[in-house]
C-alpha cells in the first residue's frame, strides 16, 4: 500500500512563521544524502592547513521523505522545485544563516558554523549539479558551511558522528498523491517549462 504523500509549502507571507528557521547538523540526514568536508586538498583527509568546509544539498526537489507521527500515522512528505526557491528566499531574507544547531536540539547551537555559499539546482540559468552530487534533482538546495568550532569539528567532523544537513522550520502541508512516474512527468514539464 502506498503512503499517502503531502507536498510541504510556505506561504509569501513573512509574518507567518513558515519557513526554515534553522539547519542542523545531523548523524543521518532525511534527505539520506551525506556531506563533504573538505581540507585543503583533500576530502576527508586532515591536514594541518584545514579548510572545515562542509558542503552538501539541504533539501532535495520531488523527494519523497518517510515521515510518522500520532496524528497523520506513516506517511511521506516532499518540497517542490518552486516551493525550495520561496523557502531559499525568505531563509536568506530573514538572515538566518548563522542558525545551526546540533540534531535538531534548540539548546545545542552550534556557535563558529555558518553558510558560506547557497544555490538552487538551475540549469537553464547555467546552475549546475556540484560534482559528486549529479543525481540532485533541478530545484534542489545546496550548501556551505564554515566550521570555526574546534569542537564541532574534531568531535562530531572529523569523526564522522555527523553526515549531513537537516533543515527544520515550519511548513503547511497539502495532500497529493502521485505516483512516482507521475511527479517524473510533472518535473520534466516544469524544467521544459510547459508548465
Known amino acids: 500500500m502506498e503512503l499517502p504523500l503531502y507536498k510541504l509549502v510556505i506561504s509569501d507571507d513573512d509574518t507567518d512563521g513558515t519557513g526554515v528557521t534553522a539547519v542542523a547538523l545531523v548523524d543521518q540526514p532525511a534527505i539520506q544524502m551525506n556531506w563533504m568536508a573538505f581540507t585543503k586538498q583533500q576530502v576527508f583527509k586532515a591536514t594541518n592547513e584545514e579548510k572545515r568546509i562542509i558542503s552538501g544539498p539541504l533539501m532535495v526537489a520531488d523527494q519523497k521523505i518517510y515521515r510518522r507521527d ?64 549529479e543525481t540532485l534533482s533541478e530545484g534542489s538546495w545546496f550548501g556551505s558551511f564554515k566550521v570555526d568550532n574546534d569542537e564541532i569539528w574534531n568531535e562530531f567532523i572529523k569523526t564522522g558522528t555527523f553526515k549531513g544537513f537537516s533543515v527544520e522550520g515550519f511548513f503547511n502541508n497539502l495532500e497529493v498523491n502521485f505516483s512516482d512516474s507521475e511527479i517524473g512527468i510533472i518535473r520534466n514539464l516544469i524544467q521544459n517549462g510547459t508548465i
Do not use: C, W
Request: aromatic share 10%; no cysteine.
Open 70 to 133: 500520532d496524528q497523520l500515522g506513516e506517511y511521506n512528505v516532499m518540497f517542490d522545485a518552486p516551493t525550495i526557491m520561496k523557502i531559499v528566499q525568505k531563509y536568506f531574507r530573514h538572515g538566518n544563516t548563522n542558525e545551526v544547531n546540533l540534531m535538531h536540539n534548540e539548546n545545542q547551537k552550534a556557535g563558529g558554523v555558518y553558510m558560506i555559499e547557497s544555490f538552487v539546482i538551475d540549469k537553464q540559468r547555467g546552475i549546475q549539479t556540484p560534482k559528486g552530487f
